[in-house]
């Protein structure tokens, strides 16, 4: 693809060795990495592989135990960020570093700002950000203030933040996990500007399709260990996934054709304001039926995080209704939409999923500990809980194996989300309602996520799923419904959409456009 | 997972009993430094603590009297962390409680025994449940945080039990800025004929059984009761708690009742066993605040907390003796102060580990806690 721009007899980084040791965990076993001028170089490795640990010790943030860094053919020793910086290494975290009130200018010259005198020569400051930012093709608003500006905007400052330090390397931290398709395609392309310019740019990713499209070289880290460094057009994407996992990994989820049955969940002319109390759901409408999937595709903040929230009972609604089962459950309590028939797994596993310091078998009852077999007259039935428990470990392949009563807390992102599913799927209710249920989750867990929402389908349940990637809502949707500004605008056939049309939809455009 | 190798950081974030321990010896090992500061011989001043403790059933019983309302308020303490909430205003629900039932033995001093007692008991509960739930009232109609309104609630029942001591109707007929003696039926002491055959002390009374009865009600109810379930899960998780469909503000509400019962009780055992009558304070008792170093010497373990009830009361107690031998008896809190500190820095322990391992995908697993 982009190798034209790689010269392979300039090596900018190497990383020989590194070994990274926490207590008695080895975070990195012995990592190779070499990254050549003008390449753009993936770390690929599942969550909690050592990628971020491995970047950290590049820039400074942690010392690696052993190993060494070689930076255009000189060892040096990183103690701090300062020093990344000054080797000419630059850093776009995953969560932006930005001042949200400062403008663009401010942001990107803050700490390194001209001045004149006494005072901070804004003039020069715009003037030189305007240059560095036309140098490399990266558009922005100098004078915009960063909380005015969209994600991929915030983004682009953060780049131009590196570049107007100096980077010649820059890392990028899973940049694309909250862009839409459009802006990545911008994003790709503003790699290969850069790479085009001499610049050398690692990426930190799980995302393969992405690491196809941009990548030059890939280097795999499994388990804190060192697996290969590949050539990226060397391999298919299945090829990278079980190098990653290390072990075979299928993407097609099976979804038998099958008719939806009634309507289960009818949304009617929803309104709602989020937490500001500005009105963010103008009249929504929504049906899903028995034995389909509903994805629900938006951009962030158009209103499907309050949308869930009001079905799951967490908000009041202004006006509208939310029948489920024939039952109108909105502003009443998450148990009486319980009891009615919803079921969720929640956007955010921690802070609504899981009572983290509850052990595993506590977390399975955590709706249903009044009822059935797990407690009589107020007391308790933990040999009930038990059983269930052990049958729902091992019915999710939750591991680690026998954790009947370790703290959810201590198992790892997938394992949790595989609790919070068995307990909602073994809840069997006519609606389940999934919020990016797999955010953060590597292949392997991703695969058993779909393959359980699935099954719910088929087994004749109502899903509604809604999700920020649009690949999960198109493999697993069989209806797709784009939300816009607080409405639905288009609901199409999921085996109709591709990724344009569905991106246009999003931003608010139409679908014949 | 197990052939990994303990590490000290391990081994004190893991085992609180171990912890727990080490801190009172080094409670000690820190008032036995003060002690030779002011040259004062640390054998004189620690022997004296243990001849007095261990004076016999004398000395044991007396540990024991003095222990009760501690581990009752402690409990209550207790109850309170579990179940997420801070209840500084333990204070407040004890000083109630023991006015409640103190102003009952005095207008009924003629009922019997088995009718009196335990309407005593019920008055306290009931007035230091109100106490929490004025509290709890408070935070979930407005949002007012709990330990600003508990400290504040902590003071208007200072004054109120002064305003009450005073009413001519409770006030002691003497020269006394006290309440008048409860009556005899309102008594848990031991018979003085039993106190004497045995050779007791002549404070001796029924509270700790009490005391056994609440500690075993209360681990019953965190451990093995739905209502303990659901006021844990609000505790810790309070946003998956009500995703779960448990109502947090009523958890709120129940906690809090609970935890202002036993305060409560723990005033009128104490004034029933004890006191016998209630002063016009000139400052706050302590009995609620000394809860809390309880609670959190017992780690919030309703069995912890009996334990170290016992072992707060028997120093307060021969504390109080260590002028007879020259020592000024602030070595005492000297020690406790140390102990807590100590104990409280186990947080940082498990913080500290927390923080060592959090790259780890899976971390080990904690103390148990059945």
Not at chain 2, 226 to 246: C, D, P, S
Request: charged letters at 20%; glycine letters at 10%; hydrophobic letters at 45%.
């Amino acid at each position: 693809m982009a190798r034209e721009n790689v010269d392979l007899n300039t090596v900018v980084i190497e990383m020989r060795n590194i070994v990274k040791r926490f207590g008695n965990f080895t975070a990195n076993d012995g990592i190779m990495l070499k990254v050549h001028k003008g390449e753009i170089h993936a770390i690929l490795g599942e969550n909690g592989a050592g990628k971020s640990t491995l970047m950290n010790q590049l820039y400074g943030l942690l010392k690696p135990t052993s190993g060494d860094i070689i930076v255009n053919g000189k060892k040096v020793d990183m103690n701090n960020p300062k020093d990344a910086i000054n080797a000419g290494i630059g850093m776009v975290h995953q969560h932006f570093m930005l001042v949200q009130p400062f403008s663009v200018t401010e942001n990107i010259v803050l700490g390194m700002e001209p001045v004149k005198g006494m005072t901070v020569d804004m003039k020069t400051a715009r003037q030189n950000v305007v240059d560095i930012s036309e140098k490399y093709g990266l558009a922005i608003d100098p004078d915009a203030k960063i909380e005015d500006i969209s994600v991929g905007m915030q983004q682009r400052v953060e780049i131009l933040k590196a570049l107007y330090r100096g980077a010649d390397v820059l890392i990028l931290d899973e940049p694309t996990s909250s862009l839409t398709p459009a802006e990545i395609t911008e994003l790709i392309q503003i790699m290969h500007n850069l790479t085009k310019d001499g610049k050398s740019i690692i990426l930190i990713t799980h995302k393969l399709k992405e690491i196809k499209e941009s990548a030059d070289f890939c280097t795999i880290i499994r388990r804190g260990k060192y697996i290969q460094t590949v050539d990226v057009d060397e391999c298919s994407e299945d090829d990278l996934a079980s190098m990653m996992v290390g072990r075979k990994v299928t993407f097609k989820v099976d979804k038998p054709k099958q008719k939806a049955g009634e309507v289960i969940l009818d949304v009617k002319d929803l309104h709602g304001v989020d937490y500001r109390g500005v009105e963010i759901l103008k009249g929504l409408d929504l049906q899903v039926r028995a034995g389909e999937i509903v994805g629900v595709a938006g951009i962030d903040g158009n209103g499907q995080t309050e949308m869930v929230e009001i079905i799951t009972g967490l908000r009041k609604a202004t006006k509208g209704e939310v029948i489920v089962n024939g039952v109108n459950v909105m502003n009443k309590s998450p148990r009486f939409g319980f009891e009615n028939g919803v079921s969720s797994i929640p956007a955010d596993r921690q802070k609504h999923g899981l009572v983290l310091d509850f052990s595993v078998e506590d977390n399975l009852i955590l709706q249903n500990f009044k009822e059935g077999e797990f407690s009589k007259n107020g007391i308790l039935n933990r040999k009930a809980i038990k059983d269930f428990a052990t049958k729902s470990i091992e019915k999710y392949d939750i591991r680690p194996e026998n954790c009947e009563e370790r703290p959810a807390g201590t198992l790892s992102g997938g394992n949790q989300q595989k609790v919070i599913i068995a307990r909602e799927v073994q809840n069997d209710k006519d609606l389940l309602i999934a919020v990016n249920p797999t955010r953060g989750l590597d292949v392997g867990a991703i695969e058993y996520v779909h393959k359980y929402i699935v099954e719910q389908r088929n087994k004749g349940k109502a899903v509604l799923l809604v999700s920020f990637e649009l690949d999960e809502i198109m493999s697993l949707s069989d209806d797709i419904a784009v939300i816009f500004d607080g409405k639905i605008v288009d609901r199409l056939p999921g085996n109709e959409a591709d990724e344009n049309t569905l991106g246009l939809m999003m931003a608010g455009g139409k679908k014949d456009e | 997972m197990n052939k990994e190798k303990k590490t000290l950081i391990d081994f004190f974030a893991n085992n609180k009993f171990i912890h727990t321990l080490l801190s009172i010896v080094i409670g000690f090992v820190v008032g036995a430094i003060f002690l030779s500061i002011m040259h004062i011989s640390v054998g004189t001043a620690y022997g004296k603590l243990l001849s007095t403790v261990f004076n016999g059933t004398k000395g044991l019983s007396y540990c024991v009297a003095y222990a009760t309302p501690y581990i009752v308020v402690g409990l209550s303490v207790a109850f309170s962390f579990k179940t997420g909430v801070f209840n500084i205003g333990a204070e407040g629900q004890y000083v109630m409680g023991s006015m409640a039932a103190c102003v009952t033995a005095i207008l009924l001093p003629n009922l019997p025994k088995p009718v009196l007692i335990p309407l005593c008991f019920i008055a306290s509960m009931l007035v230091g449940a109100i106490w929490g739930m004025v509290v709890a009232f408070l935070k979930t109609k407005w949002g007012i945080n709990e330990v600003l309104s508990m400290i504040m609630f902590n003071w208007i029942a200072f004054y109120l039990s002064n305003f009450i001591a005073n009413i001519p109707a409770i006030h002691n007929d003497g020269t006394a800025e006290a309440t008048k003696y409860i009556s005899d039926n309102a008594k848990i002491g031991l018979s003085a004929d039993f106190i004497k055959a045995h050779d007791l002390c002549n404070v001796t009374n029924w509270g700790i059984l009490v005391a056994i009865v609440l500690t075993i009600i209360v681990w019953f109810i965190i451990e093995k009761t739905t209502l303990g379930y659901q006021l844990k899960a609000v505790g810790f998780n309070k946003n998956a708690a009500e995703y779960g469909g448990i109502s947090a503000n009523k958890s709120i509400f129940t906690a809090l009742a609970i935890s202002g019962m036993l305060s409560g009780l723990g005033g009128a055992l104490q004034l029933m066993g004890m006191g016998n009558r209630i002063s016009v304070f000139s400052g706050q008792e302590g009995y609620g605040f000394a809860g809390i170093v309880v609670a959190l010497i017992g780690c919030s373990n309703p069995f912890g907390v009996f334990a170290a009830g016992l072992f707060y009361g028997s120093l307060r107690y021969s504390g109080g003796k260590l002028n007879l031998v020259g020592v000024p008896t602030q070595v005492v809190d000297i020690i406790i102060g140390t102990v807590v500190f100590f104990i409280a820095i186990s947080t940082i322990f498990s913080y500290v580990k927390y923080l060592k391992k959090k790259p780890k995908e899976v971390k080990k697993v904690e103390g148990k806690e059945e």
